[in-house]
Structures are given as structure tokens and as C-alpha cells.
């Protein structure tokens, strides 16, 4: 799977909208872009994945650009419990394919 | 949506002891479940993959006679931490799909188990 490279912390404050960048420039093209997060002592989460299109689902909204060299995650109406480590993952879409995590972005929602 | 369980969240042993930490996969059959283990301030660190009815896949560097992995239905899948020692503490993590879920989310995660070794 392709390696991706995102920012190691951002703020945002409470009921502003988050964007968390992600460069994916080796990313192939039968690999889709899926977004994670981990909420401290929990297990991930999934949030949004795509391929090339924008997606958009009740959780946020996932910005491709159009070479699919990166990506952005858009949480549009930060909360406090948004605050976590979001996870940028490439990978080929087939149910024995791990997921392999980088070292994510943590986002600090503020009051 | 899939749910998957794991237990226990938390356990904490005496060194030399085994423990099991189960996964279960509630409202899917999981062909494939995957173990992570993750230290504090760290990302998750795939340790193996499993199969129902096969033998795990173990990445490099985990030893498997260490980590003992069961996948014996499709529902249900067990990691034994075998004779733990402290530097075997750590929050451990599956995750598991069906073919459907994985072209949909990729896959449903546990919601973990701290274990520490004392």
C-alpha cells in the first residue's frame, strides 16, 4: 500500500470546520483513501473512504484532489469529542487486505 | 453496521501467566481478523492475520509461539499472550470484516484491551 504523510497535531476550535491534509503522491490507482480516527484508549473508528470522487457522509467530508496526490478531511462543526489521532490510509479494496497505520494526525478541539 | 466486541477491555496479570483476549464479530461472519498491538503514544502495529480455519500469518518479528492465535469460526477469534512479561504491556486491537463490509468501510475495529503485566 502507498505511504501517506499528514501533519502530527492541528487545533481547531469548538464549531469551527477541521481540515486535516494528507499527501498520498505514490498512491496507485485501484487504491482508495480511507480516514480513521482513535479516540484515546478506544479502537479506530472509520470515518469516510473514496476513490476519486468527493464523498460525503453524516461524520464529514472527504476532498480528493484530482491527480490523487492528496486528500483532505473535512469535519465541518468541530466538538470537543471530535478530539482523537486521524488516521490517512491507503489501500487496495479487498476484504484480505490489512490496514497499515501511519502515524496520524491528532486533532485538538478547543473550547 | 458491523459491531465487533473484544474482551476483557482491561487486564492486568502476573508475569509468567497467559492471557486471552477474545474478538468477536456480533452481526457478520469475519473471514479475516487482524491483531494489532499498540504502545503508548504510538500508532497500531499489525501483529498477525488470521483466518478462520487456517493458521495465522504472523508479521516479522512477532514471535507465535508468544501470541497464540485462534480463529477457529467465523464469528470468533482468540489472541493468548502466552508466559507475559511487562514489556508485553500494551493495548491490544482486532479488527475484522466480510467481503461486503470490506469494499464498504475496509474494517470494524474492537474497542481494545489494556493489558498490563505486573
Known amino acids: 500500500d502507498a505511504k501517506t504523510t499528514q501533519p502530527t497535531s492541528m487545533d481547531c476550535a469548538e464549531g469551527r470546520a477541521a481540515n486535516l491534509p494528507c499527501n498520498h503522491s505514490t498512491i496507485s490507482g485501484n487504491e482508495y483513501v480511507y480516514w480513521y480516527r482513535q479516540i484515546h484508549s478506544q479502537g479506530p473508528q472509520y470515518i469516510i473512504h473514496?476513490?476519486?470522487n468527493n464523498e460525503t457522509n453524516e461524520m464529514a467530508s472527504l476532498i480528493i484532489t484530482e491527480d490523487r496526490k492528496s486528500s483532505t478531511l473535512i469535519l465541518p462543526h468541530a466538538t470537543l469529542r471530535d478530539t482523537a489521532v486521524y488516521y490517512c490510509?491507503?489501500?487496495?479494496?479487498?476484504?484480505?487486505?490489512?490496514?497499515?497505520f501511519g502515524g496520524g494526525t491528532r486533532l485538538m478541539v478547543k473550547p | 453496521g458491523a459491531v465487533v466486541s473484544q474482551h476483557p477491555s482491561r487486564v492486568i496479570c502476573k508475569s509468567g501467566t497467559s492471557v486471552k483476549i477474545e474478538c468477536r464479530s456480533l452481526d457478520f461472519q469475519a473471514t479475516t481478523m487482524f491483531w494489532y498491538r499498540q504502545f503508548p503514544k504510538q500508532s497500531l502495529m499489525l501483529m498477525a492475520t488470521?483466518?478462520?480455519?487456517?493458521?495465522?500469518?504472523?508479521e516479522q518479528g512477532v514471535e507465535k509461539d508468544k501470541f497464540l492465535i485462534n480463529h477457529a469460526s467465523l464469528t470468533l477469534s482468540t489472541l493468548t499472550v502466552t508466559s507475559a512479561h511487562p514489556e508485553d504491556s500494551s493495548f491490544y486491537i482486532c479488527s475484522a470484516t466480510d467481503i461486503q463490509g470490506a469494499s464498504r468501510y475496509g474494517y470494524t475495529f474492537g474497542s481494545g484491551t489494556r493489558l498490563t503485566v505486573v
Open positions: 490510509i491507503v489501500r487496495v479494496n479487498n476484504a484480505g487486505n490489512m490496514l497499515t
Open positions: 473514496g476513490l476519486k
Open positions: 488470521s483466518n478462520e480455519g487456517s493458521k495465522a500469518t504472523y
